[in-house]
């Protein structure tokens, strides 16, 4: 058997368009949990925005395994070099994910109780001190679904979608992202074949099982049997992921007309289209299978590269953009919080009728309390935002983690001495 050892597998090369949408998903993901202060919704659907991220980790297990037979692997692997390529997908995400959680966690755990001077416009906070606060946040942590999985999600119960009791709500996402990527790198890798014909039967069934029960609203804290609808939607979304690397791989080996690439385009554009329209002032927050298909264009086309719009997002400072989005989505519900309750102080001080119109109607609420739906302001003021505590999240951790290599390497040095 060829060697399949993980660290001579070819690393899957980034594709700069797709960094681009995983950064735009996640600015949906970011403006939607914002939303959760307002009252009229831009945008209801905004949950769909987590399929995108479902349906590309399926689409890249299965492009690894893909690049990993084109190198001389065998299509089969037995258990153990299954298991060894599943185990190191896992080492990637955890490796990836729990230094900026833990960064994240203490700043939504300190951090929000050291706002209190700003309580005193939300009801009820200024009867308790920064030390009870704290003690409460704390009690969330230790005591409640963040058991699971050292803090990362709820991989098989209910999450507590209230601000004041989860310190980041959409850590469920990626529980199911560690534990069904974990599960589908094994299976894909020790039948390929197999795999290869029995996701696009998991898609569909998948699909279909959403469509019949669109009247519910298909979350992660909604109980589905065995398993809650955030597992029952990444077991779907990345059999859909991996069926669409399917087409990719048969598409990518055709040489495209200009034609061809013309009509490609208008299909991306006409995807791009539905995807806003379904999502952005949407009446309901349902659906979310329809969403779906225009997601899987969007990823296959990104990754083809052969329309105008893939070329013209095909620029390393995409990738760049990309790089933040892991550190964009765990940052910034804490920061949504601190920029509601901020900007509900800020409009108390006089300079703020000096502003520009659009930022006048940012906030919540107007000066008489009533509420405000999002607005233009409030984007403009809030994304950039995430943005500077998501590059300041990554430096930080690069930072610890340098520290930290350079503490192993001495007392290593040391030992060997």
């Not at 963040?146 to 098989?156: K, Q």
């Not at 209910?158 to 529980?175: E, G, R, Y």
């Not at 974990?182 to 998991?202: G, Q």
């Not at 804290?221 to 690397?245: P, W």
């Amino acid at each position: 058997m060829p060697d399949d050892n993980p660290d001579l597998i070819r690393k899957t090369p980034r594709v700069c368009s797709a960094e681009f949408w995983r950064f735009a998903f996640t600015v949906i993901v970011a403006l939607y949990h914002l939303e959760i202060f307002y009252t009229k919704k831009l945008m209801p659907s905004g949950t769909t925005a987590v399929e995108f991220f479902f349906v590309l980790a399926g689409f890249t297990i299965a492009m690894s395994a893909s690049h990993r037979i084109e190198a001389g692997g065998a299509r089969e692997l037995d258990n153990r070099h299954a298991h060894a390529l599943a185990v190191d997908y896992l080492k990637k995400k955890l490796t990836a994910i729990y230094p900026l959680l833990a960064i994240t966690l203490v700043l939504a755990i300190v951090v929000f109780p050291l706002a209190g001077p700003t309580f005193p416009i939300v009801p009820g906070y200024m009867q308790t001190g920064f030390w009870v606060r704290l003690l409460e946040r704390l009690g969330v942590l230790f005591g409640s679904e963040w058991e699971w999985l050292v803090m990362v999600g709820t991989p098989m119960g209910f999450n507590n979608a209230s601000a004041s009791s989860a310190p980041i709500v959409p850590l469920w996402f990626l529980t199911q992202l560690i534990v069904v990527g974990y599960m589908y790198t094994f299976l894909v890798n020790r039948k390929y074949d197999l795999m290869m014909f029995a996701a696009p039967l998991i898609a569909v069934f998948g699909f279909t099982y959403f469509a019949l029960n669109s009247e519910n609203v298909l979350d992660f804290y909604i109980k589905m049997g065995l398993f809650n609808a955030g597992t029952v939607r990444a077991i779907a979304e990345m059999a859909m992921g991996i069926s669409i690397y399917q087409l990719y791989a048969f598409l990518r080996k055709r040489e495209w007309s200009l034609l061809g690439r013309i009509l490609l385009q208008l299909l991306e554009l006409f995807a791009i289209y539905r995807y806003c329209a379904l999502t952005f002032g949407a009446g309901v927050s349902i659906d979310n299978f329809r969403r779906i298909p225009y997601i899987l264009v969007i990823i296959l086309l990104s990754f083809l590269r052969v329309t105008f719009l893939s070329g013209l997002l095909d620029r390393k400072f995409m990738e760049r953009l990309g790089k933040l989005s892991l550190s964009m989505y765990l940052i910034h519900f804490p920061v949504a919080t601190m920029y509601f309750i901020g900007i509900l102080t800020l409009r108390r001080r006089p300079f703020w009728y000096t502003l520009p119109v659009f930022l006048q109607r940012s906030g919540g609420s107007d000066q008489l309390g009533h509420p405000l739906a999002l607005s233009l302001g409030d984007i403009v003021m809030y994304l950039p935002v995430v943005i500077i505590a998501a590059v300041l999240l990554n430096l930080l951790a690069g930072w610890l983690k340098a520290g930290a290599s350079r503490l192993w390497r001495g007392k290593k040095q040391s030992r060997q001495l």
